[in-house]
């Protein structure tokens, strides 16, 4: 029997782990991993949406990837963490941003999606909101999120005067479509390396790092701002619904047109089954991705 669904994934290390090969294998391994984990989801007869939440939980559980155990520090040393996940046949998603006690984010924004009127939860507003519910986890403390890698590198960035974006994407992200033909989508960050205290980035924002609907799903890495300014998710589907571009050529087109110059990553399915991987970092280890 032909396989009847599709999941790309894809996730980003710091710069001083992906110069060394052999972290840089290890992060190959953590992302076939993380790959294995949501498409045995897919192949159980699960939904997209599990799918897709259970490969970025993998890659938030990870110390190497930008997200969840292994995020960057802002500028004052501290975690503020964001994730978004969408279910894109039932037109629904939940975000959250600057959250600093959640260990997994994405369980947090699929909670919000499920559990609250809302789209969008931010701050001390999250765990609130988290410890609120029936079955609530434990909140993490700052240390679980500290890593000396990430240390150094936010120690670099500011003695550098602290002016550079992280130099290829990092995000976590996965997209699927089930064999139902529904589309789902998440996507996690620790966001900028010596970001400022509050900063939201793409990874919280529908339409500018993630999107899904009935036709396609998206989730973007790299520059957050630039994809919040040219709301390029959104445009993607945009081109693709009423241009009728095909997902390559409407992933090429704001790649070359809005985000020239900026970091970017982006994969994407639609129900045709075509799964897209697009990116301007100049190495592929720098935007590693797998899919099946
Ligand atoms: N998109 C993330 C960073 C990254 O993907 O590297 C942000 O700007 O928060």
Not at 97 to 123: D, T, W
Not at 154 to 170: D, E, F, M, R, V
Not at 254 to 276: H, P, Q, R, S, W
Request: net charge negative; proline share 1%.
């Amino acid at each position: 029997m032909s396989q009847d669904y599709t999941l790309v994934i894809h996730g980003g290390a710091g710069e001083e782990m992906m110069l060394n090969t052999q972290v840089n294998e290890v992060i190959e391994f953590a992302l076939q991993t993380a790959l294995v984990l949501g498409s045995q989801v897919l192949q159980q007869g699960g939904s997209s949406l599990d799918a897709v939440q259970r490969s970025v939980e993998a890659m938030e559980d990870c110390f190497l990837f930008n997200a969840g155990k292994g995020s960057v520090f802002n500028k004052d040393g501290k975690n503020e963490l964001e994730a978004t996940i969408v279910d894109g046949s039932a037109g629904r998603s939940g975000s959250v941003a600057c959250a600093k006690s959640v260990k997994n984010p994405i369980k947090a924004a699929r909670c919000v999606m499920e559990k609250s009127s809302h789209a969008l939860i931010v701050g001390d507003g999250v765990e609130e909101f988290l410890q609120g519910l029936e079955e609530k986890e434990k909140p993490v403390g700052p240390e679980y999120f500290y890593t000396d890698i990430r240390h150094r590198e936010l120690t670099a960035k500011l003695s550098a005067g602290n002016t550079l974006k992280n130099n290829h994407p990092q995000t976590v992200g996965a997209v699927a479509l089930d064999r139902w033909h529904r589309l789902a989508a998440a996507s996690s960050t620790g966001g900028l390396v010596g970001k400022l205290k509050g900063r939201v980035g793409d990874t919280a924002v529908v339409g500018a790092g993630i999107y899904a609907d009935d036709k396609l799903a998206v989730t973007c890495s790299g520059d957050g701002d630039a994809f919040l300014r040219h709301t390029v998710a959104q445009k993607i589907a945009s081109l693709y619904h009423h241009k009728g571009y095909s997902l390559r050529q409407a992933c090429r087109e704001v790649m070359t047109e809005n985000l020239k110059g900026f970091c970017a990553g982006i994969i994407a399915v639609d129900t045709k089954g075509d799964a897209i991987i697009e990116t301007n970092a100049g190495h592929k280890s720098e935007f590693s991705h797998f899919m099946v």
